[in-house]
């Protein structure tokens, strides 16, 4: 696969971030190809958590940050003062580290999203089922709906947690290590998900996991330090870097 | 700070060496065994060949444990599948030199045909193409290998010589069919040898600048 050609939906220009003083991100450009899974790596603080919260102005929450440059989605500027950030992080889902059902049941928690958005009763039981079977968990819990999420197990979890953003219908789905507190088999689960999922979204994931990139992502971006270091294919930058620097972060040299 | 994974890659090359060293041993023992016409020394190299089996099969071993335990990518996903892809051409090259080797046993019971000039400058060729091109692999010197791709040329070249000068032999004078035969056959391996070579050396230049270049030699004849 040669290098995104593919319409990008999110582009990122000149991007510099601060947390106080302190700066997370330095001159990021970066895009992101449609229907395509792209990978985030790089060691802990590296800033590729910061740059995906960017996405979704999930770092509007913080009072201390600062943000310079532009992220366009679709040719839009995501940060201009008249986009209804309710309405972005709709089209920008996100998936984090930790499973975080609401107390509610299964049902509920992927009805959530529809019903503020004022879905008619019959249309959200057919979203609440499509969207469990987008995200692989139908056949498990169809039978009991109505049950508390929280019942559910880890893996089960973080693909409700799935369900949940994609029921909304987001172009992006943005996820924070999904499978970092999941066991192998919960992780094989939700990785064959990524792989379905970007027929109908754009995935961006951040992972600590090499191999975990290799088998998900069509690109890869590798960060250090707050900067951008490398992105290729995913292909290219696990065969063959063009970086010494993420051959030996790939290959487990770092430092 | 030295990984484990470091360790084992190192111990990784260091079985290819000895292998190496041991293939490029045999060849020079079955020319040896040739000139000299020494069936003992012939029968040797034909027995040694043995050691050179066992190793290929010991560094596949390591190399598919490392590829399942290590899970290695880039450079060191590299070095382990051109280790397995080197240990099968060295093991090949082990089985021309006993080839060589048997040849050279069966002429040693007959008179001698003429003496030979070409055939041991073959055979020093290839030997230097199997040294340079371990020492490219050791020493990470693509540029060595690419050398050594060049020289299969003139083995080639002396290859197919000795092929026309020997089928001249047996037009002159039948009664040397048998030994003539001999010799092109063992010309021929030596010709097998320098591809092998050409291969590994292919083979170190993708490991170091991860560029495959096989199969590109299209000035070439």
Redesign the interface.
Known sequence: MDKPNIQPVLQIRRLNFWYGAKQALFDVNLDIAANCTTALIGPSGCGKSTLLRCLNRMNDLNDAQRIEGTITMHGMDIRAPEVDVIELRKRVGMVFQKSNPFPKSIFENVAYGLRIQGAKKNHLEEKVEASLRRAALWEEVKDRLHDSALALSGGQQQRLCIARTIAVEPDVVLMDEPCSALDPTATAKIEELIQDLKRYYTIIIVTHNMQQATRCSDFTAFFYLGRLVEFDTTDNIFTNPANKQTEDYITGRFG | ?E?H??QELAQLKERLLLMSSLTEQSVAQALKALVQRDAALAKKVDADDDALDRLQVEIDERCIRLLALR????????LITMAMKISTDLERIGDQASGIARRASELSAEPELKPLVDIPRMGEICQRMIRDVLDAFVYAKPELARQVIQRDEDVDQLNKQLQRELTSFMIEDPGTITRALLLMRIARNLERIGDHATNIAEEVVYLYE?RDIRHQHADRP
């Open positions: 700070m990984l994974f470091d899970q290695p990518l880039a450079r060191d996903l590299r991860a």
